[in-house]
């Protein structure tokens, strides 16, 4: 039964109501919550229509609110309210009242709403899209125990998310929350089934979608690990991996319907993991009415404690880079690409990488072995390393400090990559002491001949890698002719504007070194000209190459290193690890590269 009423009050609404009851055969209320949606008039028709559906779970009283200000000054100084009474036929055993607010009334749509609440019910508002700031301040939210939102249906969900997190107030909830409850449930009971340490986590899903977000800031809280959000095609989510010491946990749904689920040691298996719909997830969300609290952590966790970037890789120049990549112990990774926002939160993710590394290296050979750069993006690096919320993970006593070069100059001097590093992080590390290996020093027990503290230096490596292979030596092959250094876990690289790295420079004798792991340098191309670097030999037996550069001044350096085969001409170019090479930029860095590389 539907009932018109014209230039109404709610006292008459409410009589409406009853007689339509009477008219129905059944007077008495049997409906458990009254829920309140607050739209628009174009997109009311949606959200009813959800809301009915949900409503056959949950009979409910369903009042929509679509608010009409008016555009005219004389509009907006009018007051009138229309509704409409529907009881029975698509209702169920529900009611709805579609109200509509002219005028001066549409900012007081509290007053209309109240006397038509249920008595002694549950109250739920709902605004499918454009909330207020503050839910639980709003007049019409402040009557409610369960208010929902949409971050999805925002202009920017990723900024709503923020919103979201300074306005929580306990009964706040998101449909994009809601739609990561099939994936929290899935990887849940993979975790039961397979008791492993994750030590980090990879989501993967649509640019700007909120429950990619919500679901890495979940992982994030609830197992403490770092969590990169990794930019995929879509629909939606397309994959959750949970990196354990056995292996890695999958969960990939590339379709938006069905997913596969693997775990070490089990056979693959097939999820309906399906996108649900919006009534699907109202009726989720009344069926529980208490606080969230699972929610209310997740987006407090803060999205800038992600690791953030669009991971792919390079084909540009394959062929040409394959012959100059190869080490003696045979072929180098392949050249990926992480682009960040900005300089500032490539450090921050870089870092949060970085104890992720060394936490698994230690895990899986008792100490790690990292090398440090310096310049500015290095020593940003280091800072936020510093405040890295991971930081304490890492068993900085069992890990081993190299650097890739030095400024040959007097120990303590503050242009040396040593002291800057202390200055920024190593002084506040419980490092041991025996394993900080900082290069010499002009004012050492070699002087100023630069090729005796190179050397000296080199057999410092060598000593190292001679140490034993299950503490990350290279004794599988690193050094060239015999002469050896540790398998750096990490080796960090800066990039020059004219594509040096290390202190090798473009056409400088050390750029084609092939003899020695550690030479000195003179007559740099920059100051000060005397110096002492890693030989690209030595740099190709690290582990992990990761090459930093962030800015505009940047940007044809790496589109040059990345296209290019030629280390002589482009030192960069030759600079890769032996199981990963992570070229890490920002996005005015990455601004030349071909589009084959930014996928």
């Known amino acids: 039964m539907n009932i018109d009423l014209t230039d109404t009050t709610s006292g008459r609404i409410n009589a409406a109501l009853v007689r339509a009851r009477r008219a129905m055969g059944s007077p008495a209320v049997g409906m458990v919550l009254t829920l309140v949606i607050v739209t628009d008039e174009g997109s009311h028709y949606d959200a009813l229509k959800a809301a009915s559906d949900a409503s056959k779970e949950h009979p409910s009283r369903i009042l929509v609110v679509v608010r009409r200000p008016g555009r005219s000054p004389r509009d907006r100084a009018t007051a009138r309210l229309d509704a409409e009474v529907r009881v029975g036929g698509e209702t169920g055993t529900g009611e709805t009242v579609l109200l509509r607010l002219h005028g001066e009334l549409a900012g007081h749509a509290h007053s209309v709403v109240l006397p038509l609440l249920l008595p002694d019910a549950p109250v739920v508002v709902w605004w499918p899209a454009d909330p207020p700031e503050y839910p639980s301040k709003d007049p019409l939210g402040a009557l409610a125990q ?14 709503a998310l923020r919103g979201r997190a300074a306005s929580y107030a306990p009964g706040d909830t998101d449909l994009a929350w809601t739609r990561v409850t099939l994936w929290r449930s899935v990887l849940a009971a993979a975790l039961d089934q397979k008791q492993a340490r994750v030590t980090r986590a990879v989501v993967e899903g649509e640019e700007y979608n909120p429950s990619s977000e919500l679901l890495a800031l979940w992982l994030a809280d609830r197992l403490g690990v770092p969590v990169e959000r990794v930019l995929s095609g879509g629909p939606g989510i397309t994959a959750v991996r949970l990196v354990t010491d056995e292996g890695d946990i999958c969960l990939d749904r590339g379709d938006g319907s069905l997913a596969t689920l693997s775990v070490p040691g089990q056979p693959d298996r097939s999820v309906a993991l399906h996108r649900r719909s919006t009534a699907e997830l109202i009726a989720e969300e009344l069926r529980r009415l208490d606080p969230d609290e699972t929610y209310a952590r997740a987006v407090r966790f803060g999205l800038d404690r992600l690791v953030r970037g669009q991971v792919a890789e390079v084909e540009a120049a394959e062929a040409a880079q ?50 440090l750069t310096g310049g500015r993006n290095g020593n940003a690096l280091l800072a936020a390393l510093a405040q890295a919320p991971g930081r304490d993970s890492v068993d900085w006593s069992r890990v081993d400090l190299w650097w890739g070069d030095e400024r040959f100059l007097p120990g303590g001097d503050p242009d040396r990559n040593h002291t800057q590093a202390r200055g920024a992080l190593l002084d506040a590390l419980a490092l041991d002491p025996s394993r900080v290996h900082p290069m010499p020093a002009s004012d050492g027990p070699h002087g100023d001949d630069v090729d005796a503290a190179a050397e000296a230096y080199a057999a410092e490596l060598a000593a190292a890698a001679d140490g034993g292979s299950g503490d990350g030596a290279s004794g599988d092959g690193g050094g060239p002719g015999g002469a050896a250094v540790p398998a750096f876990d990490v080796l960090l690289l800066g990039l020059g504007p004219d594509t040096h790295v290390a202190s090798l420079f473009p056409g400088h004798p050390a750029a084609e070194e092939t003899g020695r792991t550690v030479v000195g340098v003179r007559q740099a191309p920059k100051p000060p000209p005397t110096r002492i670097s890693l030989t690209l030999p030595a740099i190709r037996a690290a582990r992990e190459v990761w090459l930093l550069a962030a800015g505009e001044d940047k940007a044809e350096a790496a589109a040059g290193a990345l296209t290019a085969g030629d280390p002589a001409r482009i030192p960069a170019a030759g600079a890769r690890g032996r199981e990963r090479t992570l070229w890490i930029l920002d996005e005015k860095a990455a601004a030349l590269l071909p589009e084959s590389a930014r996928r």
């Open 146 to 159: 369960r208010r929902i939102t949409d971050a999805a249906e925002t202009e920017d969900p990723v900024a």
């Open 322 to 371: 394959a012959e100059a990549a190869r080490a003696p112990g045979g072929e180098q990774a392949p050249a990926q690409i992480v682009v960040h926002p900005d300089k500032e939160h490539m450090a921050r993710a870089t870092a949060a990488r970085l104890v992720t590394v060394i936490a698994d290296a230690q895990t899986a050979r008792g100490r790690a072995h990292v090398a």
